[in-house]
C-alpha cells in the first residue's frame, strides 16, 4: 500500500478532519449542528439488510449475472415531491427495466435517482449575474434557486426537510410496490398517458403483451401464481455529497456477529467526480460505511489515483461494493476508458462497471441553454459496450439523467426536438434529463446491443 494511503481511525465524523470541497458555507454553525443532531434522532429510511440485499445483486451484475438500471433527476426538487412525479418515475424505471430484461435476458437491478438526490456540487463557489455576486445555488438541501441573497444563505432546517421528503418518496414508492402497482400481471398500470402512437410505444406494448402472455402461459403449466416473485424492488440511490447529512444517518448495526455502519439515508451513495480526491473528507466518510458505493469517474482520473480508490473504497476486495461508473463523452470514451479499465485490472479486485452516458455530454446552444444531444447519449452507451467487450470487462449497467415527464431538455430521439424546443418544456433546475420518450428508446437500444 503506498504511503498516501495508510489512514487513521474512522468514525462516522472522522471526515470533518479531511479538506472537503463542494459544502456549503453555513453562517449558523450553532444551527447546523442542532438540526444534524436532530437528523440523527429521526429514524432511518432504509435498513441494513435492504443495503445487503442490494450489494448481493451488484456482486450479480458484476460477475455478468444481472444489469443495473441507474435513473432519476439530476437534481431532485422539494417542489416535485408529488404523488404525479413519483408515480412517474417509477413507472419510467419500471417500463425501462421489461425492456430490458426481455432484451437482455437477465434481471435488472432498478436504482432510482431518488429519495435524496436534492445536494449538487457546483462549478464555482459563487454565481454572478448582472454585477451581483451570491452563492451557488447548491441544491435543496443546502439553499433556494432564487437569485436573493435571502434565497442563496445556506439554511441548515432544509436537511430536515429535504429528510422528510426522501422517506415520503420512498414510502410512497414501497407503497405502490406493495400495493401490486409493478405487478407484472397489471402492466396496463404502468402506462403514461401521454406517449399516444409513438414508435416506441408500439415496440413497448409488444414487449409487454409477450410477457403477460408467457406468465399466463407459465402459471398455466406450473399451476402457480408468480405475484410475489414478479414484486419489482426499486432501490434509493444519491449522491452522498452533503457529508453531514450522511453522517447525521449512520449507524451502527450489528447482524448475525458482524457489527458495521451504515449510512441508512439511501441504499447506495455515490461519490460524485468533484469530490473523490484520495485524502478528502468523502472518500475518508465512505471508506467506513458497508453500503454498496459508487464512485464517478471521468476526463482527469489517473492510474495511480484509480488505484489508490480501488484499494482504499474496497481493502477486502468485497464483491459488489465498489461501483465505478464512467464518464467520459462520447468524444473521449474510447481514448480514455481502455486505460481506466486496464489500471483497474492491474488491482486485482472487483468492480462493477456502470456507463454514465449524460454527464460528459453536456453542452450549451448559443442561447446559453445546458443540453445533451441523444445521439451523443447513444453514442457513448455504444462505445462503452464495445471498450469492455475489447477489454474483457462486463458493462453492468447503465446511469442515466431522466424523467417520466414530457420534458424538453436533451435535443434529438424519435421527435427530433432541437435547440428551438428546448424553452417549450424545459424544468431542470441543473442538467437537462431525457424526457420519456427518449428514456424508452434508450432501454430499447440496450435491449438491442
Ligand atoms: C451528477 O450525477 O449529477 C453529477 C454531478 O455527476 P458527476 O459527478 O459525474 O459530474
Ligand atoms: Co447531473
Redesign the pocket.
Known amino acids: 500500500m503506498s504511503k498516501t494511503i495508510a489512514k487513521t481511525e474512522w468514525h462516522p465524523a472522522s471526515w470533518q478532519s479531511h479538506p472537503a470541497s463542494q459544502q456549503a458555507a453555513y453562517p449558523d454553525k450553532a444551527a447546523l449542528e442542532r438540526a444534524v443532531a436532530e437528523l440523527g434522532r429521526l429514524p432511518p429510511i432504509t435498513t441494513s439488510w435492504e443495503v445487503d440485499a442490494l450489494k448481493e445483486q451488484l456482486a450479480a451484475a458484476q460477475r455478468g449475472d444481472a444489469f443495473v438500471l441507474q435513473g432519476g433527476d ?1 437534481a431532485e426538487t422539494f417542489d416535485e415531491c408529488t404523488s404525479e412525479n413519483i408515480v412517474a418515475k417509477l413507472k419510467i424505471l419500471l417500463q425501462m427495466s421489461l425492456v430490458m430484461i426481455y432484451g437482455l435476458k437477465k434481471p435488472v437491478v432498478r436504482i432510482g435517482r431518488m429519495a435524496g438526490q436534492y445536494a ?2 457546483r462549478s464555482a463557489d459563487t454565481e454572478t449575474r448582472e454585477g451581483k455576486t451570491l452563492p451557488s445555488f447548491r441544491g435543496d438541501l443546502v439553499n433556494r434557486p432564487g437569485f436573493t441573497p435571502d434565497e442563496r444563505i445556506p439554511e441548515p432546517q432544509m436537511i430536515l426537510r429535504g429528510y422528510e421528503r426522501a422517506a415520503m418518496t420512498l414510502n410512497f414508492v414501497r407503497s405502490l410496490i406493495d400495493g401490486g402497482f409493478a405487478d407484472l400481471h397489471h402492466p396496463e398500470y404502468w402506462d403514461l398517458d401521454w406517449v399516444g402512437h409513438s414508435h416506441a410505444a408500439e415496440e413497448y406494448r409488444h414487449i409487454v403483451r409477450s410477457i403477460s402472455n408467457s406468465l399466463d402461459f407459465l402459471e398455466t403449466v406450473s399451476g402457480r401464481h408468480f405475484h410475489q416473485t414478479m414484486r419489482a424492488n426499486i432501490y434509493a440511490a444519491h ?1 452522498g455529497l452533503h457529508l453531514h447529512y450522511e453522517q447525521a444517518q449512520t449507524r451502527f448495526v450489528g447482524r448475525e456477529g458482524r457489527e458495521r455502519w451504515y449510512d441508512l439515508t439511501t441504499h447506495f451513495p455515490w461519490i ?3 469530490t473523490a480526491e484520495l485524502d478528502g473528507a468523502h472518500v475518508e466518510y465512505f471508506r467506513g460505511i458497508a453500503n454498496p458505493l459508487g464512485v ?1 469517474v ?1 476526463p482527469g482520473m489517473t492510474r495511480e489515483w484509480i488505484q489508490d480508490l480501488v484499494r482504499v473504497l474496497n481493502p477486502n476486495n468485497e464483491p459488489g461494493r465498489l461501483t465505478l461508473i464512467h ?1 467520459y463523452g462520447a468524444k473521449s470514451i474510447e481514448e480514455r476508458l481502455p486505460e481506466l479499465i486496464a489500471a483497474v485490472k492491474e488491482t486485482g479486485s472487483p468492480v462493477l462497471w456502470i456507463c ?1 452516458p449524460m ?1 460528459g455530454n453536456t453542452e450549451s446552444t448559443a442561447e446559453g441553454i445546458k443540453t445533451r444531444r441523444f445521439d451523443n447519449v447513444v453514442a457513448e452507451l455504444e462505445a462503452a459496450f464495445r471498450v469492455h467487450a475489447q477489454m474483457g470487462t462486463y458493462l453492468g449497467g447503465v446511469h442515466l ?1 431522466l424523467t417520466g415527464e414530457n420534458v424538453t431538455e436533451c435535443t434529438g430521439g424519435a421527435r427530433g426536438l432541437t435547440d428551438a424546443d428546448l424553452a417549450r418544456a424545459y424544468k431542470s433546475t ?2 437537462p434529463r431525457l424526457n420519456y420518450e427518449q428514456a424508452m428508446e434508450v432501454a430499447m437500444r440496450i435491449s438491442g446491443l
Open positions: 439530476c449538487k456540487p449522491e460524485g467526480m468533484r464517478k471521468g464518464r454514465d454527464h439523467e441543473v442538467d
